[in-house]
């Protein structure tokens, strides 16, 4: 019995200790996201205006924090995160970053090239209802504009990037079409 109690008092403790440590890092990414500028890029933000696979192919590959913008308008868009004239629809995380964009905006393209090996994307950005990846060179997508922001988050971990989510939701509101439960 002792070892139990023992055993469900170090739990508490644990959660404890992790609700504290998950507030603090979405602080500290709240912090960040109010200080960057997002008008150029540098050596952790890429911003890349998207009209072909050949500028997703120089999106960084790594692990990373995306944020998914179009010239498009939504009328339930409660997001301010503004780049180049675009607005943010989408914000998501990943270990692949690239392959993680190339599912979303060219969702046809990423099927057809994934390799058995790398991770298969099912749940992408939705426009349509039903439909799980867009394909910008297609209409009506390749009469919008489009713009992906990538922060670069090498060594962390999706504790780290879930909370990089959640601070930026809290600053600038959740894009109309991130829709994670």
């Keep these: 019995m002792q070892t139990s109690e023992s055993l469900s008092i170090r739990i508490e403790k644990h959660k ?12 500290d990414f709240e912090i960040y996201f109010k200080e960057q500028e997002f008008k150029n890029g540098n050596t952790e933000i890429q911003i890349i205006p998207i009209k072909s696979k050949a500028d ?9 924090f995306y944020i998914i913008l179009t010239d498009k308008s939504f009328d339930d868009n409660q997001c301010t995160f503004n780049c180049k004239n675009h607005t943010a629809i989408y914000r998501g995380h990943s270990y692949t970053t690239r392959q993680r964009v190339l599912s979303h905006l060219l969702n046809k393209i990423y099927r057809a090239s994934r390799k058995s090996t790398e991770p298969d994307y099912k749940v992408c950005l939705k426009i349509e209802d039903g439909v799980n990846g867009i394909n910008i060179n297609k209409k009506p997508y390749n009469k919008w504009e489009w713009t ?5 988050l090498r060594g962390s971990n999706k504790l780290i990037r879930e909370q990089a989510e959640i601070a930026f939701d809290s600053v600038f509101g959740k894009p109309c079409k ?3 439960i």
């Excluded at 992906?148 to 670069?152: E, P, T």
């Design 16 to 27: 404890v200790d992790l609700n504290r440590i998950t507030e603090e890092i979405k602080n």
């Design 56 to 64: 997703i192919d120089k999106i960084y590959s790594g692990i990373g």
């Design 148 to 152: 992906v922001v990538v922060i670069k």
């Design 178 to 180: 991130s829709r994670e």
